[in-house]
């Protein structure tokens, strides 16, 4: 089982719909979550983090975690052309050895029509 | 620019040889982290200094890799005897001493030919 999953997609929406990108994580000690987009032959550019249970906005941006469930989401409001990127999960245990590194999943890829 | 310097940004090199790239964090960053990412995957970490002290290294981190960070400033990743599939970007990344975000650079492509 890997540490982090990603469905790789692609996740094809319209214009201006709600994109639900989706990653399951298996350390039950991660402490924080991360949210990165990555353009094609790009660096990845974070979007937003969460730390805590429930819900964190930004913008169009919404964060979900659930860590009884291990579970974190990303949703885009309004999704626009300019959103199709690879959209990287990454989860990071601040505590122990593990000195901040992230963690990432194999990225989901998200098209968004016009 | 303020944020994580890398270069080259690319480099084409023939397999055997040896190439090194070099990082420069944000400025007063003293964590830094290298990671490889491969076309269709998420970035892997590879190695990790605090300051100067090389603190974690990654199994993918053969013997024909080795990092510094000298001065606790820039990071050189150096890999010798190239492999074709050593052909990857190669990031780093940088984050504060109370910050708990990573910043990326902007990654050195290596090409084996």
């Known amino acids: 089982q890997k540490e982090v999953e990603q469905n790789s997609g692609p996740l094809s929406v319209p214009e201006g719909a709600i994109a639900s990108l989706n990653c399951t994580y298996s350390?039950?000690?991660?402490?924080?979550f991360f949210w990165y987009r990555q353009y094609s032959g790009k660096s990845p550019e974070l979007i937003m983090f969460?730390?805590?249970?429930g819900d964190k906005e930004d913008g169009r941006f919404t964060a979900q975690l659930n860590k009884a469930s291990q579970y974190v989401s990303l949703l885009i409001r309004d999704s626009q052309p300019s959103d199709s990127a690879t959209y990287l999960c990454a989860v990071s245990n601040a505590g122990g050895t593990s000195y901040g590194k992230l963690t990432f999943g194999q990225g989901t890829i998200l098209t968004v029509h016009p | 620019d303020t944020g994580v310097s890398q270069n080259p940004r690319h480099k084409i090199t023939k397999r055997g040889q040896n190439v090194t790239f070099r990082c420069d964090p944000i400025s007063e960053h003293n964590r830094l982290y290298w990671y490889r990412q491969t076309l269709g995957q998420g970035p892997e970490f590879l190695t990790y200094?605090?300051?100067?002290?090389?603190?974690?290294k990654s199994r993918l981190l053969s013997d024909r890799f080795s990092a510094e960070r000298p001065k606790g400033s820039f990071s050189t990743l150096e890999i010798q005897r190239t492999e074709q599939g050593d052909s990857a970007m190669y990031l780093c990344?940088?984050?504060?001493?109370?910050?708990?975000?990573?910043?990326f650079g902007e990654g050195s492509w290596l090409t084996v030919v």
């Open positions: 350390d039950r000690g991660s402490q924080s």
């Open positions: 200094f605090q300051n100067e002290a090389q603190l974690e």
């Open positions: 969460i730390y805590s249970n």
């Open positions: 990344a940088s984050r504060g001493v109370s910050g708990n975000t990573i910043y």
